[in-house]
């Protein structure tokens, strides 16, 4: 009793420590960050321009346009319908359905379940841009398809990706980023992808607690970790709301503590996307600051933590 | 027996004699419009410019700036959150809540309990464009107050007025509009109007038959006359959709017909809009046509079909 006593008492001094603790107050509050945005290093030369990091900085977000060429943007939607018309080739636990119902909402470990996705993930083009933003060498840290339907798609809440990626999976800062690669025309109405600008500097801390095995239906429909009303509307008062619409093969990059989100889909015109996250090998996951067991190895990379070797300019190998 | 025979045949021919009969096959089906757009006759002078007729015409749809000033425009926001906070004094008929919640989503009868809104509904400013189109004296067939909750606002369906105005209320021809006026920023994430350019001039049958009493669910959540996605994919590749974003006090004018719908609104921004529906007086609703009994008359107004007499040219009375 006594061993418990004393770890309870160190466990919450150890939370109290900790500059991104969430989920453990009854009240919401909003920190600064205490992150960069942008790092410096060896390896900040790279692809963007000076305005491009200046506007990453400031808004938390760039939109790419042109990266990939018209080939390789065709053969990603190829792959896409593929990998959802043949479900059987994919690991099963890595299928998460639309609430309430059978419709596929994501797939996860896309990267290693499909060499397309494996190449795009380590293509030398993306990598230099992220090596560039984190000035690290970088890992996947999670990858998956989304779809959302045409007609029934569901809307996704407000969240910041790190705030879970800290509580639930152990990620310590925040240096890490986000690519969707969209492989649909991104409308104002099929459901995009919203960003707060400037959101990004600052923590919100969500009230309550995370139940067990809370990914199970989190990644349907989240309830915990969902950040209050007024610190939402704080942030947006300060930087309103970005629509990020764009063609096929456009890339939205956006920094890992973003407050984002995106409405329903009841448009005939489905949204899909790649999404690859990438960390700093310098930021590798430790156990989850929310004090549960970790997520499965498909939402969180644990073990393969191995820096990516970047691939020659080209989803087809080298030309 | 006999009698309910005969009496059913009698009623089963009079259903396909309707051009515009719905909800009583296992198929659905696109038809055209057999009705015009614009209606000529002696009330076709009118404000609108000729450009706006035939984008009216074409499209089903128009957007209408500055007809409002900024004082109506403050005195109808006012007013709007005057209704909202004191519930009380509203007939509680005439409240639909959110589906899965107790947030407000619509007040219905409004042009009755708001002298505000009544005199909005017969200014002269609407009335002369509505007569302009519909080429006739015209009477308010429903008036609401719609609130699209910032952060948790649902998604309203794709659906044309008309087929629910048809089946459920016995509007017999398509010869009614409706005015949106805004009351908040529409903007591409806050869950705008959404319409499919060129739908009014098809009619689209829905399957199925409707239970009694559906609009006690219906007007928060529609389950029956539902267009399929068949139908919604052929309107959209003709006229794709357009987003009806606008400032506070802009107002829609669309056709009874007209495919629309909305996606949610996970802003933190509320949607709210006065929605104002005339119908011809030589329109006047007889039985439903799908044969259960009428709505009620908060919902669709059977009794005082008279000629709206329009007001001068301020909400605020002669001045």
Chains 1, 2 share one sequence.
Not at 58 to 73: M, T
Request: hydrophobic share 35%.
């Amino acid at each position: 009793m006594a061993h418990a006593t004393r770890h309870d008492v160190s466990d919450r001094a150890a939370k109290q420590d900790d500059p991104y603790r969430s989920r453990i107050s009854l009240l919401p509050e909003i920190v600064p960050r205490v992150d960069p945005v942008l790092y410096g290093g060896r390896h900040s030369a790279g692809p963007l321009t000076s305005e491009q990091l200046a506007s990453y900085s400031h808004d938390g977000f760039i939109q790419l346009h042109g990266l990939l060429d018209a080939a390789e943007i065709k053969a990603l939607q190829a792959e896409h319908v593929r990998l959802r018309t043949n479900r059987s080739t994919i690991d099963q636990d890595t299928l998460i359905l639309e609430p309430g119902s059978a419709e596929l909402r994501s797939v996860f470990q896309i990267h290693v379940q499909s060499d397309l996705i494996g190449r795009l993930a380590s293509d030398a083009r993306l990598v230099a841009i992220t090596r560039q933003i984190l000035g690290d060498d970088v890992y996947i840290h999670q990858a998956r398809l989304n779809y959302k339907p045409g007609l029934f798609g569901k809307e996704f809440y407000w969240h910041s990706d790190f705030e879970t990626w800290h509580v639930e999976d152990g990620m310590p800062r925040m240096r890490a980023l986000s690519m969707s690669i969209l492989l649909t025309e991104n409308t104002p109405y099929n459901g995009p992808l919203l960003i707060m600008p400037g959101s990004h500097h600052h923590y919100v801390r969500c009230v309550g607690e995370t139940p067990d095995d809370h990914y199970k239906q989190s990644l349907r429909k989240q309830e915990y970790g969902v950040p209050d009303a007024d610190s939402l509307s704080q942030l947006y008062v300060a930087g309103g709301i970005a629509t990020l619409t764009g063609a096929a093969g456009s890339i939205v990059v956006f920094d890992c503590n973003a407050m984002h989100g995106s409405n329903s889909n009841i448009a005939p015109l489905p949204r899909s996307n790649v999404f690859l996250v990438y960390n700093s090998i310098k930021n590798r996951l430790t156990d989850p600051f929310g004090g549960k067991k970790p997520r499965p190895e498909f939402i969180a990379n644990r073990r393969k933590a191995t820096a990516l070797a970047p691939r020659s300019v080209s989803l087809f190998g080298d030309r």
